[in-house]
C-alpha cells in the first residue's frame, strides 16, 4: 500500500515533443505529490508538485496531471528540450504523517535533438 | 541562501570501517530525512529527524546504522562495520515541516572496497 509505479522506465521523444510520464499510488492517506528531476552525479531537484485539491498545476512547460479517483498522476514536458534530458522521479507523501516521500522507480527520458 | 549541504561528497571505504554522512539543512529548516538511491534504483526513505529528535526510523537497517540531529551541528548518518551492500548514493533532504517541500542536497556516494 505504500508503493508508487512508475511508467515507463525510459522514453525518448524527439525535441520540440511531449514527454509524458504517469505514475500511480494506492495509499489514500497520500495528500503531496512531487516530481523531482534528477542529473547524473546530482541530487534530485524538485521540479514540481501538487496537492489532491486540484486536478492540474502548470508551471512554464511543465504540468502535473492529477485523477483523485483514479489513484493516478502524471507530468507532461512540453516542447521537450535535450537539456530536460534526465531522471524523473514521482513520489507521495502524507504530510498529516511524517512527510516521508515513497518514490517510484524514475524514468529515464532522453530528448533526441 | 545556501542549499542543503552534503559532505563529503565522496568517501571510499574498506568493509568493516566506519562511515559518517554529514547533512546541514537549509537555513530554517529543522526536519531532516535521509534516504538511499542504490545504482540504477530509486530513492528509498531510511529515516526522518527534528532536532535532537529521531521521529521515523522504520527505513533504516535494524543494525549498523544509526542517524542523529543535535541541538547545534549537522545531522549524522553513521554505518558502522560498512559492507560492499552498503555501497550507494546517500541524500538528505530538508524542510519546514511535514507539510512543506522537501530540498535535496548533492548526496553522498558511498563506496566500499
Known amino acids: 500500500q505504500q508503493q508508487v509505479k512508475q511508467s515507463p522506465q525510459s522514453l525518448i521523444v524527439q525535441k520540440g515533443g511531449i514527454s509524458i510520464i504517469n505514475c500511480a499510488y494506492e495509499n489514500t492517506a497520500f495528500d503531496y505529490f512531487p516530481w523531482y528531476q534528477q542529473f547524473p552525479g546530482k541530487g534530485p531537484a524538485l521540479l514540481i508538485a501538487i496537492r489532491p485539491d486540484v486536478s492540474e498545476k502548470k508551471e512554464g512547460r511543465f504540468t502535473i496531471s492529477f485523477n483523485k479517483s483514479a489513484k493516478q498522476f502524471s507530468l507532461h514536458i512540453m516542447d521537450s528540450q535535450p537539456g530536460d534530458s534526465a531522471t524523473y522521479f514521482c513520489?507521495?507523501?502524507?504530510?498529516?504523517?511524517?512527510?516521508?516521500?515513497?518514490f517510484g522507480q524514475g524514468t529515464t527520458l532522453q530528448v533526441k535533438p | 541562501n545556501a542549499g542543503v549541504m552534503q559532505n563529503p561528497r565522496h568517501l571510499v571505504r574498506r568493509r568493516g570501517q566506519e562511515a559518517r554522512l554529514r547533512c546541514s539543512p537549509m537555513?530554517?529548516?529543522?526536519?531532516v530525512y535521509w534516504y538511499r538511491q542504490l545504482p540504477e534504483e530509486g530513492l528509498k526513505f531510511m529515516v526522518y529527524l527534528q532536532k535532537e529528535n529521531i521521529i521515523d526510523e522504520s527505513g533504516m537497517p535494524k543494525e549498523r546504522f544509526s542517524a542523529e540531529f543535535p541541538k547545534e551541528g549537522p545531522s549524522i548518518l553513521r554505518i558502522q562495520q560498512v559492507v560492499r551492500g552498503d555501497s550507494a548514493a546517500y541524500f538528505c533532504?530538508?524542510?519546514?515541516?511535514?507539510?512543506?517541500?522537501?530540498?535535496f542536497g548533492p548526496g553522498t556516494r558511498l563506496t566500499v572496497t
Open positions: 537555513k530554517g529548516h529543522s526536519h
Open positions: 513520489a507521495a507523501s502524507s504530510t498529516s504523517n511524517t512527510g516521508k516521500l515513497i
Open positions: 533532504a530538508s524542510s519546514l515541516s511535514t507539510s512543506y517541500e522537501q530540498y
